[in-house]
């Protein structure tokens, strides 16, 4: 065998899944669907009722309604107070960039995995402590229901596998951490059909091989599993039913970002104590900016209480900037809001960032290199 390859870091990972989550945006902006089935329809607008379930919330799902099934069919299941509605998606996708931009500053580093999940690693914010995750956890849920009223689950793992899985197993408003050592028992009563990727047509073809629980499957031999799916697939089933995976989180250009962060030389509990300590924080971040070649659209900053309880704002401009100054202004103004919101706050770390980031055309970035040299 070639040299061992030197030892992989250890992963902190948080899948955010949003509950019920175009059913509970409804709820929340229209009170009077309190108590109440609700299901939020896709119509395809062929006739009155063709179409599927978007999604349902949990009261609907008490009466067997579920994503994609055809509307028709969730009104013969349906109670005489049961909603149904159609999907404003323009409005959802507004909800889930403020989900998704409060999961930035809880992150290194963030995959949007869908309109209603992403997947953040928090190693390093968590000096890889589980501990800690399980506090940031805490956190962002806190923050995400005051910014957004929704409420999310959150799996925390050492892969995306197993945090993917874990947001799934308390919901709604639940948190799950499996470390490393938990992996194998947190896997093996479960069935297959838990693996994400395992649909109805793999599920039958395991069961056909009398393998149903993910530890039938860890049973069986890579060869074997290759042979029946195929080598990508086999593989990954192998590796999967151990709770391997070292897939990276596919991180989309908008959602870089760069930040700085310290902690004051003294608390601070108005913001005229922190104008040179932001004008420094700035300058600082102003740099890095300029070094990348970018321009930004969105400012946000990061606070951390006396109690380490952490706070974001985010303010998107008008139009993309690289100046100092915005983000200065900026962030100053997104302190005084959390000042005046949080009354008797006190502020030990405080950080400023940026992201949205749009690239620098090729003759500016000629230009600014060499403004840095
Ligand atoms: P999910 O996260 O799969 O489901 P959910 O958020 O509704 O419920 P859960 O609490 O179990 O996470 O999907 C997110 C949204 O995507 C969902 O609210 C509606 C939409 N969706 C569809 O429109 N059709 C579908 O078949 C599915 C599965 C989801
Ligand atoms: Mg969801
Ligand atoms: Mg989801």
Do not use: W
Request: with cysteine.
């Amino acid at each position: 065998m070639a040299e061992q390859k030197t030892k992989k870091q250890k992963r902190i990972i948080f899948h955010v899944d949003c509950d019920y989550f175009f059913a509970q945006i409804e709820e929340k902006r229209k009170p009077e669907l309190s108590g109440k089935p609700v299901v939020v329809c896709v119509y395809s607008g062929r006739t009155a009722d063709s179409g599927a379930v978007g999604t349902a919330n949990y009261a609907a799902r008490a009466l067997g309604i579920n994503s994609g099934m055809p509307i028709a069919f969730a009104k013969k299941k349906a109670s005489s107070d049961t909603i149904f509605l159609p999907i404003d998606l323009p409005y959802y996708a507004k909800v889930s960039e403020k989900i998704i931009s409060a999961c930035l500053h809880f992150s290194d580093k963030l995959q949007k995995a869908s309109i209603d999940e992403a997947f953040l690693d928090v190693t390093q914010k968590c000096n890889e402590s589980y501990q800690k995750a399980r506090q940031l956890a805490i956190d962002l849920k806190k923050e995400i229901l005051e910014q957004t009223g929704i409420t999310v689950s959150v799996g925390i793992g050492p892969n995306k596998l197993i945090a993917k899985i874990a947001s799934g197993r308390k919901k709604p408003d639940g948190m799950t951490v499996v470390q490393e050592n938990e992996v194998k028992n947190f896997l093996a009563g479960m069935l297959v059909k838990e693996i994400p990727g395992v649909g109805k047509k793999t599920e039958e073809l395991l069961s056909a091989n009398r393998i149903t629980t993910i530890k039938d499957l860890s049973e069986e031999s890579l060869e074997k599993l290759v042979k029946l799916f195929g080598k990508a697939k086999g593989n990954y089933l192998f590796n999967a039913s151990r709770g391997i995976d070292e897939s990276e989180l596919e991180e989309s250009a908008d959602k870089k970002r760069l930040s700085v962060i310290r902690t004051m030389k003294t608390d601070c509990t108005e913001v005229a104590q922190m104008n040179e300590y932001l004008e420094s924080l700035c300058t600082e971040l102003h740099l890095r900016a300029s070094k990348q070649n970018v321009f930004f659209k969105t400012v946000f900053i990061i606070a951390i209480d006396t109690h380490l309880e952490t706070f974001s704002r985010a303010k998107t401009l008008e139009s993309k900037t690289d100046s100092v100054d915005t983000i200065f202004v900026t962030a100053k103004k997104l302190f005084e809001e959390i000042f005046t919101q949080k009354k008797g706050l006190i502020l030990r770390r405080a950080g400023v960032g940026v992201i949205n980031f749009l690239e620098k055309n090729q003759k500016t970035s000629q230009k600014s290199l060499f403004d840095f040299a």
